[in-house]
């Protein structure tokens, strides 16, 4: 796969855990209001925990093995991602399957902070990994010397 191809498959995949947020969201928001149940976010919080574990094992397997090779920075990237990256992935998993245990109303909370937290996670990676200027198809470095 080149550069591009991978960027444009991993930023489709954060388009689809966006979309299922946004269902758990509504869910939520609906069992609340007394129209929906907590069996209704649970569906849904199973549905999104199984897409984003299988979008963090793709997308730790294809950028482990380009990242170290985009552009001068790449293996600090790799790194970077080598040594947090995967923790926060699990930690994150951890934290959404906990919450599909709960019952009460703090369970409901507890699933808006994490969905906070997924979103902020994917908006840092788009920023730092999957950029265009990170994961592009031509051989040029852009601002390799920093100048």
């Not at 609340?32 to 907590?38: D, H, I, L, Q």
């Not at 976010?41 to 549905?47: E, F, I, M, W």
């Not at 902020?120 to 200027?133: D, F, T």
């Given at each position: 796969m080149t550069p591009s191809e991978i960027r444009a498959g991993l930023l489709g995949e954060h388009a689809m855990l966006r979309g299922l947020m946004a269902e758990?969201?509504?869910a939520i928001e609906s069992a609340?209001?007394?129209?929906?149940?907590?069996a209704g976010?649970?569906?849904?919080?199973?549905?999104l925990v199984t897409a984003l574990r299988d979008h963090n094992e793709r997308e730790e397997a294809l950028l482990r093995e380009?990242?170290?090779r985009v552009d001068?920075?790449?293996p600090a990237r790799a790194e970077i991602m080598m040594e947090g990256h995967e923790d926060e992935h699990a930690e994150l998993l951890a934290a959404l399957v906990v919450t599909i245990a709960t019952d009460?109303?703090?369970g409901a909370d507890s699933v808006e902070r994490e969905l906070l937290r997924v979103e902020?996670?994917?908006?840092?990676?788009?920023?730092?990994?999957?950029?265009?200027?990170v994961l592009r198809d031509d051989d040029v470095a852009i601002d390799s010397f920093g100048g």
């Open positions: 758990t969201y509504r609340r209001g007394g129209e929906g149940s907590v976010v649970r569906q849904r919080l199973r549905r380009i990242l170290p001068a920075w790449g009460d109303a703090s902020a996670h994917m908006k840092r990676e788009e920023e730092l990994l999957l950029s265009e200027e």
